[in-house]
């Protein structure tokens, strides 16, 4: 049934995609409107998804699948706050495709649960899908606020005044947005890291820092640290600090695809 | 429909004729008074702008001399103005009307100002008495149709001035203005103008840096500024977030590693240049540091040629709603012109069916209640069927230009003429000549 849901929330979803390429080449009001009210919709079913599979009594939120429709909501939810507070979609050009592509992961078929079945700290392990998940959203959010404004300033450089890509909002909003995201993120990303660490070593009894998702989760966290110190210190942004974002953004889908063969942040059956 | 209207544009007269026709505000009504009391003038009002004077005016015949108005009133002789002003009549000054309050005739089309001014001629002109139904009703309209331009059309939607593309590309910049520093380098009349705009926008503060300090200092308090010293120029520019220069210097006076080091200095928060001076003020190697963002005159006055395009555009659209607004008020303006005829063409006859009733029942003696209604609805019927076709060609004449040539033969077919002088006081045959 949760996944039924799921899919319709995709449906919803796909409207928003489809707005985020018309966006980069044309503006429309009424189109905004009409992905915002759909994107609205697909978080009501996307939400019910969750809201079941959490009731059903199973920690299946282990699962790999159920982790990217977690993640692909909680991105959802920042793009919606991002709008109540500055008014605009744009963020969505860049959140709709990465928040399509998870549900449409998450919504193609269950998963087996494995990881929970060795997990002795099950609140650890929810705290820790939670924090690193929020963490993970906030990445994908100042990612696309850094590539919308590497967009505007191109666009302002190049001193056309009436071009295609006239939704964007103004430069320093856009900054505000990424960097906000940024601030709000990295606290849930490290404590993620920290609680991932705990549920890792109460199970195993050590931590395996060669193991390649403890690496690469390391390295993200680094970049991340990277990205908020040269903007908190220097102030960084524009082609420096998209550059910066869009490492970290890899390094996160690489930590991400780790659990895929990870010896021990694996969820799917061996 | 016997509306006048007289006047000169930017387009007609040049400055020196349109300074001597120009009216002070405070004078307005006088000049309001003046010509309400000219022969002929039922009604009026005067429009007086930097761009244009121009007299609009309902006759008591449709030829008032408004020409020998002007002659008298600002002692002029017919050489010196005539060949400057324009006269339209009827339906053509009703759409001089229309075009003038759309901002359509405006030497920037579709400007917002124009609008406000004829708002207040009007009033001005509606205190003294001048106007009252005939220019109520046209006015009315104006406005209405100068408001559906407005949103049905991007007329005015963007912005043709630099100082206004400025601030514009500011916003871009800097959502908000609020709260921002401005730095005018070099005092002139244009960066005055920007920085104007610029505050009204929100700015908070401003330092003004010049060569000679004394000018620095007098345009610092214009604003509530602050001056710098032309030498502590590059020391205290990182704290502006928008420049404004226009000095005289022949060489680039901000180069690249100025824009550097603002950068470092600000954290690189963005810095917006705007560089009004010939030559440039701001060097072109400085557009290529991230956040630094330079406008030269040129760059300006291209957004500016652009957005004028788009204008002319639009105003297209915006003169085709107004031929149709101007049919629209003239069809409904005739039609007002037929309703009293109409109006009086239904008591005729009604008076002479009660009176054949009455006639008829004197001979009859007593009649049944069956039998007044029967003869009731029977006269009734005659008399519907008789004005019907009368009315219907009254209204059908009433959209078109032979309109008073059909009232005058079925008033005089009728004689509703005299009895209608008799029988209705002058102002309740103005009440239903104005009625909407």
Not at chain 2, 25 to 45: H, K, Q, T, V, W
Request: net charge neutral.
């Amino acid at each position: 049934m949760s996944l039924l849901w799921l899919r319709f929330a995709l449906g919803c979803y796909f409207i928003g995609l489809v707005y985020a390429f018309v966006a980069l080449t044309r503006t429309s009001d009424l189109f905004s409107r009409i992905a915002l009210h759909a994107a609205s919709l697909g978080m009501v079913f996307h939400f019910v998804s969750l809201a079941e599979l959490f009731l059903s009594g199973q920690v299946v939120w282990a699962s790999v699948h159920n982790g990217e429709s977690l993640l692909a909501f909680l991105s959802m939810t920042f793009f919606m706050i991002i709008y109540a507070i500055y008014q605009t979609t744009s963020p969505g050009v860049v959140v709709f495709p990465v928040v399509f592509f998870l549900t449409f992961v998450a919504a193609v078929d269950q998963q087996p649960v494995l990881l929970t079945q060795f997990v002795s700290h099950k609140g650890w392990l929810i705290a820790h899908i939670i924090l690193i998940f929020t963490g993970y959203a906030a990445l994908v959010l100042s990612f696309g606020a850094s590539l919308l404004y590497l967009l505007q300033e191109r666009r302002l450089k190049a001193k056309k005044s009436t071009s295609l890509i006239s939704f964007l909002p103004a430069l320093e909003v856009i900054d505000q947005i990424g960097y906000r995201s940024l601030l709000l993120g990295f606290p849930f990303m490290t404590l993620g890291l920290i609680t991932g660490s705990i549920v890792a070593i109460t199970t195993y009894g050590r931590m395996d820092f060669l193991d390649p998702k403890i690496l690469l989760s390391l390295l993200m966290w680094a970049v991340y640290m990277v990205m908020v110190f040269t903007r908190w210190n220097s102030g960084w942004r524009g082609r420096r600090a998209a550059f910066l974002a869009t490492f970290a953004f890899v390094a996160a889908l690489a930590a991400w695809a780790a659990n895929y063969f990870s010896a021990i942040h694996r969820f799917a059956a061996s | 429909m016997r509306f006048q209207l007289i006047g000169v544009n930017h387009n007609s007269a040049p400055l020196e004729v349109r300074e001597r026709l120009a009216i002070p505000e405070s004078r307005l009504p006088d000049a309001c008074r003046d010509l309400s009391a000219y022969p002929g003038i039922e009604e009026c009002m005067v429009i007086s702008t930097c761009n244009r004077v121009e007299i609009v005016a309902h006759t008591t015949n449709g030829h008032a001399d408004l020409r020998g108005f002007l002659h008298q009133h600002f002692h002029l002789k017919p050489e010196e103005l005539d060949a400057h002003l324009y006269e339209f009549r009827e339906k053509e000054a009703v759409r001089h009307l229309f075009r003038v309050a759309s901002s359509l005739d405006s030497m920037v089309v579709g400007e917002a100002q124009i609008l406000g001014q004829v708002k207040e001629a009007y009033a001005t002109a509606r205190a003294v008495g001048a106007v009252r139904g005939q220019l109520d009703q046209l006015f009315s309209r104006a406005f209405a149709v100068a408001k559906r331009v407005r949103s049905e059309t991007a007329v005015g939607s963007s912005s043709v001035s630099i100082a206004s593309v400025a601030v514009e590309l500011a916003k871009k910049i800097f959502g908000t203005l609020e709260g921002k520093t401005v730095f005018i380098v070099g005092a002139g009349k244009m960066s005055e103008l920007a920085a104007r705009h610029l505050m009204a926008h929100g700015c908070a503060s401003i330092f003004v840096a010049n060569r000679t300090y004394d000018r620095a200092i007098g345009l610092a308090q214009k604003f509530n500024g602050q001056a710098i010293r032309f030498d502590d120029l590059y020391s205290t520019c990182d704290r502006a977030d928008i420049v404004i220069t226009s000095t005289g210097s022949p060489h680039a006076i901000f180069r690249r590693e100025h824009g550097e080091q603002f950068l470092a200095r600000r954290k690189n928060r963005p810095m917006f240049f705007i560089d009004i001076a010939v030559p440039r003020d701001v060097s072109p190697d400085m557009a290529k540091l991230d956040g630094i963002f330079t406008y030269d005159i040129d760059d300006l006055q291209q957004a500016v040629s652009s957005h004028v395009a788009d204008r002319r555009k639009e105003a297209e659209l915006a003169e085709a709603i107004i031929t149709g607004e101007v049919e629209r008020f003239e069809a409904r303006l005739h039609t007002l012109d037929v309703v009293p005829t109409i109006v009086s063409l239904q008591d005729h006859l009604e008076t002479i069916r009660q009176a054949e009733i009455d006639r008829v029942r004197g001979r009859m003696g007593q009649l049944t209640p069956e039998q007044e209604i029967a003869i009731e609805a029977l006269t009734r019927g005659i008399i519907n069927k008789v004005m019907h076709t009368p009315i219907t060609t009254l209204k059908t004449a009433a959209k078109e230009s032979e309109a008073t040539t059909v009232v005058d033969v079925v008033r005089r077919l009728f004689n509703l003429h005299d009895k209608e002088k008799e029988a209705e006081p002058p102002a309740k045959k103005n009440e239903v000549g104005t009625r909407p």
